[in-house]
């Protein structure tokens, strides 16, 4: 049996992967794979942590690493005297002996990572379990098939049936290497090469999709109740995620993490009580700050549920209306894991505030260069949203009392043209109950004329629904207005009188 058979052979006894072996010696696992396949010989210093933790003597596999070097004798051997029985374990401690101290004294590098000199490396179960965690794994046809962060033994699909379903997507890093972004039907992965080109390592594994689990059978689709189950207080309770680039709409997230894999984590979105999506991620730098809780947004958990005993709020700044406005609406068209009732404050924020907004400063708020795209974009969602309620409206029109001069003014003629094409009756109706001036009123009506003359035939229908509704009273007086300012020649309508009935 050659060296690394033995060393193989071993490794397996223990139930270790040989990534498992690497991380417990700190070298990599492709060091462990050379070593077994006989592709080179690890130095002293990883045979004696190797003998340690086999549990077997450092002789026995010093031994087996002369067998190794040595070549094969062309002639029998001569019979062992008496005396070599006691010699030559001696001869294998003094070497073993030297070894060590020319060890220390040198500190070669292994061909992985040292692990830092003030953490103790982990334990071979520990590492073991602390990888195995971050995998994942599903069957393809029946056949049982795996993937872990980290480095793997194959280049993409990494000796699985993966097949890309998308444009692969290249990109380079801060670190200097380019990441790959693949597609593999519900499944998503980002890797990028190894620093010493032995490989590829894989960063992030992605999925929504049924079918697969982690090492602890958590899969989308599993109860809260099971992922409790599975890893217990090791979890740490974050509120939702927010952004563009959500995996999945969720309510809230469990984080998991070990001490022994420390940049490892996975994510468990969780949706109505079932786990939603999964996401395993190599957090690099940011360790096991990345998800540790901080009372703020992450919460730990205590006995299956989170504890919120210590919960502190997070410092909020005084916002002005402009500001308040900007950030509703930029959460409103990005956001994509906004609850109904998140819509419903954002879309609130926004038209409560129209009539305290400062357009150009609105528009600073945006990209340099950008100011007046940032207010049009405003502009035409105001005009386009639909589905808008009383209030709505009511904030729309009470928008005129913002500064709208020049194109702003143009603008906003549309959004006001176009919630009269949609709602003209109530459109009346709250000019003659709004909190208005006259002349902020007259306003109103004279720029949705204005906005309206480029639409002639929603116009004519808006007008033509308003006049045989037959409204009355004070609401009837602002309706004839509205009317006669719609059928004026354009230019003239800013001449006509209130009439009586609207005071």
Not at 216 to 244: F, N, Q, W
Not at 358 to 377: M, N, S, T, V
């Amino acid at each position: 049996m050659t060296l690394g058979e033995h060393i193989q052979q071993l490794r397996k006894a223990q139930g270790l992967s040989q990534e498992g072996l690497g991380a417990a010696l700190g070298v990599s696992r492709q060091a462990v794979s050379k070593w077994e396949t006989g592709q080179t010989l690890p130095d002293t210093a990883n045979l004696l942590a190797m003998a340690e933790l086999f549990g077997v003597s450092a002789d026995e596999l010093a031994i087996q690493k002369e067998a190794a070097e040595a070549p094969a004798p062309e002639t029998p051997a001569p019979e062992r005297g008496p005396l070599s029985f006691f010699l030559i374990p001696i001869a294998v401690a003094l070497m073993v002996i030297v070894g060590m101290s020319l060890w220390f004294i040198l500190m070669p590098e292994s061909s992985g990572t040292m692990p830092n000199s003030s953490v103790p490396p982990p334990s071979s179960e520990a590492a073991g379990e602390a990888l195995s965690d971050f995998t994942l794994c599903w069957n393809a046809g029946g056949d049982p098939e795996r993937l872990s962060l980290g480095e793997q033994e194959d280049c993409f699909p990494f000796g699985t049936s993966l097949e890309l379903t998308a444009r692969e997507w290249v990109y380079g890093s801060d670190w200097g290497v380019d990441f790959h972004d693949v597609t593999c039907g519900a499944l998503y992965l980002t890797y990028c090469d190894a620093d010493d080109g032995s490989g590829q390592v894989i960063s992030r594994i992605k999925t929504i999709g049924a079918g697969y689990e982690t090492s602890r059978g958590i899969g989308v689709g599993s109860p809260k109740a099971d992922l409790l189950r599975a890893y217990g207080d090791k979890l740490v309770y974050c509120i939702k995620e927010h952004g563009s680039d959500i995996l999945v709409r969720h309510d809230c997230y469990y984080a998991f993490q070990t001490t022994d894999a420390p940049t490892y984590s996975i994510v468990f979105y969780m949706q109505d009580g079932h786990v939603a999506g999964l996401r395993l991620e190599n957090m690099f730098d940011l360790g096991m700050d990345a998800y540790a809780p901080d009372n703020v947004s992450r919460f730990p958990v205590v006995d299956g549920e989170p504890d919120f005993s210590q919960r502190t709020e997070p410092e909020r700044e005084e916002i002005d209306a402009t500001r308040a406005v900007y950030i509703a609406f930029q959460t409103l068209t990005t956001d994509a894991n906004l609850s109904g009732e998140e819509q419903y404050q954002c879309r609130r924020t926004i038209f409560e505030n129209l009539r305290y907004l400062d357009w150009p400063a609105y528009g600073q708020l945006g990209e340099a260069g950008q100011e007046i795209a940032a207010c049009e974009k405003l502009t035409y969602w105001l005009e386009t949203v639909g589905d808008l309620s009383k209030d709505e409206i009511l904030g729309l029109q009470m928008g005129v009392q913002s500064n709208l001069d020049g194109f702003y003014s143009e603008n906003y003629s549309r959004v006001l043209a176009n919630a009269f094409f949609l709602y003209p009756i109530q459109f009346a109706q709250l000019l003659a109950d709004n909190e208005n001036s006259m002349e902020d009123s007259r306003h109103v009506v004279s720029l949705t004329a204005y906005g309206s003359d480029l639409y002639p035939e929603q116009e004519a229908a808006a007008v033509e629904k308003l006049r045989r509704y037959g409204l009355s009273g004070r609401e009837g007086a602002w309706a004839d207005f509205l009317i006669a300012y719609m059928e004026a020649p354009i230019g003239t309508g800013y001449e006509l009188p209130l009439p009586e009935g609207v005071y």
